[in-house]
């Protein structure tokens, strides 16, 4: 069965320092997505993606974040100067144009900022 | 308000019994999907309930959605141990992209 991948599954960084988190969405969908979860509380929506540009991002998704997708598989969410409180599991999903089968996400990276 | 809110927020049952949760929403949706996450792990999609339908079936899992109270029930029958994990409803508004609302997630504890 596809699935997304994610990498680093767990990252560690300084506190104002630059993260990129990386995922491969599954390879014939076209809309990819961030979420974040913060340990203990509910998902939440960061930024959806479509044709090479941000569709829809939520009030979290400030200036510190941004998105790109480098080449035709890879989907990157770059945090410019990380914050303590940007600690949380960072969820990538992907789904088709109409998502009959839900979207799929990946297992998530953990990012620890210290 | 919240957008998707579950309850109970926990629920502990023995195994073979059954689990029933509920999931409440605010504004119109197009699809309502169910999701399972296991301890610090990622989400599961489990079942996807559109908004003209009123109840799903997949395996051990029904789903049900009433549009007029804005509510969605997960039921697992016949549990198992392994069905521990938190589950989370999620809906959307439709249009292809957009995002998902999620609610707050209740955690089932299914003890052998």
């Known amino acids: 069965e596809p699935e997304v991948t994610q990498t680093p599954s767990h990252q560690v960084t300084q506190m104002g320092q630059e993260v990129i988190l990386r995922c491969v969405p599954i390879?014939?969908?076209?809309?990819f997505y961030w979420y974040r979860q913060i340990l203990g509380q509910k998902v939440e929506f960061l930024v959806s993606f479509y044709n090479n540009e941000i569709s829809e991002k939520s009030e979290i998704f400030d200036d510190q974040f941004s998105v790109e997708r480098p080449d035709g598989s890879n989907f990157t969410l770059k945090i410019r100067s990380t914050k303590l409180e940007d600690s949380a599991m960072y969820f990538c999903?992907?789904?088709?144009?109409?998502?009959?089968?839900?979207?799929?996400f990946g297992s998530g990276t953990r990012l620890t900022v210290v | 308000s919240q957008q998707g809110e579950e309850d109970p927020q926990a629920l502990s049952i023995q195994e073979g019994e059954n689990a029933t949760m509920n999931c409440s929403y605010k504004t119109s949706i197009n699809n309502l999907q169910w999701y399972r996450q296991n301890s610090g792990r990622g989400l599961v999609h489990l079942i996807l309930?559109?908004?003209?339908?009123r109840e799903k079936h997949s395996g051990r899992l029904r789903v049900t959605l009433d549009t007029s109270k804005k509510s969605s029930s997960l039921l697992i029958t016949a549990s198992r141990a392994a069905d521990t994990a938190s589950y989370f409803c999620?809906?959307?508004?439709?249009?292809?992209?957009?995002?998902?609302?999620f609610g707050e997630g209740t955690q089932l504890t299914v003890n052998p």
């Open positions: 999620a809906t959307d508004k439709g249009a292809s992209g957009s995002r998902l609302t």
């Open positions: 999903a992907s789904s088709d144009s109409v998502r009959i089968y839900g979207y799929t």
């Open positions: 309930i559109r908004s003209n339908e």
């Open positions: 390879s014939n969908h076209l809309y």
